[in-house]
Structures are given as structure tokens and as C-alpha cells.
């Protein structure tokens, strides 16, 4: 990330948190992705529609974003397998953890709950240490 600046990331953390804060008083639900994501698999509920809105927010704001006129430099020095193997690993995680870093570190220690607080240290003290293990032992 070449074009970080202090604005950006309190632009972009003040988004987060708005849009988390939205979804919890209009739906009463927490922001968590990976919860969100699940719920959009069989067996369907009536709660469908607004996950489905959801993530086509995430999905359609990067495209956006472009067209806004920002460039959104991408460069992925990782295999397709590794990328996708990384993927299952993470999902797997955040099923396994009871939410994702978007459901624990920004609702869930919103919330101060303790369980979100420990889970949120525990996923970036195991990030910490893949970077680590990757990119000096490896």
C-alpha cells in the first residue's frame, strides 16, 4: 500500500463503522462477513434478501470506486492454488472462531465483548506470526 495516508484509513474506518452501526439499528444484526455470507447458503431463511444486498454492496463498490475515477492497484505474487487453498483455511477459521475480524474486532469489541476481544487477538497474533513464518523462515 504505497497510497496510505491518515485520511484514507479514517475515511475508510468511519464508512466501516457507519455501515456496521446502520445494519445493527435497521436489522438488529452484527456485521460480521463470514456470518453474513453463511447465511446466504441452503437451507434459505426469510433474512435472505438483506444479506444479499449486502455483499453485492461489497462486491460492486470496488467497480465504483473505479469508475469514480481512483485506481485501485492490485498485485497478487501468489499461486491461484495457494490463493484459493488460503481462502478455505480463512472460512474455515471464521466458522470454526464464531465470526470473522469484521464480526469480532470491529462489532464484537465495539460490543466489548470479551469473547470478541480474545478472538480478535488470537486472529492477529496467528497473522502476525504466518508473516513472520512466510517471509523470513520460509
Known amino acids: 500500500m504505497t497510497a496510505?495516508?491518515?485520511l484514507s484509513a479514517l475515511a475508510g474506518g468511519a464508512?466501516?463503522?457507519?455501515?456496521?452501526?446502520?445494519?445493527?439499528?435497521t436489522h438488529?444484526?452484527?456485521?460480521?462477513?463470514s456470518g453474513i455470507a453463511a447465511g446466504i447458503l441452503p437451507p434459505w431463511g426469510?433474512?435472505?434478501g438483506w444479506r444479499l444486498w449486502f455483499l453485492a454492496g461489497l462486491i460492486i463498490s470496488a467497480p465504483l470506486y473505479r469508475?469514480?475515477?481512483?485506481?485501485?492497484?492490485?498485485?497478487i505474487d501468489a499461486p491461484w492454488v495457494a490463493m484459493a487453498a488460503a481462502g478455505l483455511l480463512v472460512g474455515y477459521g471464521s466458522r470454526l472462531?464464531?465470526?470473522?475480524?469484521?464480526g469480532h474486532g470491529v462489532c464484537g469489541i465495539a460490543r466489548l465483548s470479551v469473547r470478541s476481544i480474545v478472538a480478535t487477538l488470537v486472529f492477529m497474533?496467528?497473522?502476525g506470526l504466518v508473516v513472520y513464518l512466510s517471509r523470513h523462515v520460509l
Open 4 to 6: 496510505f495516508t491518515v
Open 15 to 25: 464508512l466501516i463503522g457507519l455501515a456496521s452501526a446502520l445494519l445493527l439499528f
Open 46 to 48: 426469510a433474512d435472505t
Open 97 to 102: 472462531g464464531g465470526g470473522c475480524t469484521s
Open 125 to 127: 497474533l496467528a497473522a
Open 67 to 75: 469508475l469514480a475515477g481512483y485506481a485501485i492497484p492490485v498485485q
Open 28 to 33: 438488529n444484526r452484527i456485521a460480521g462477513i
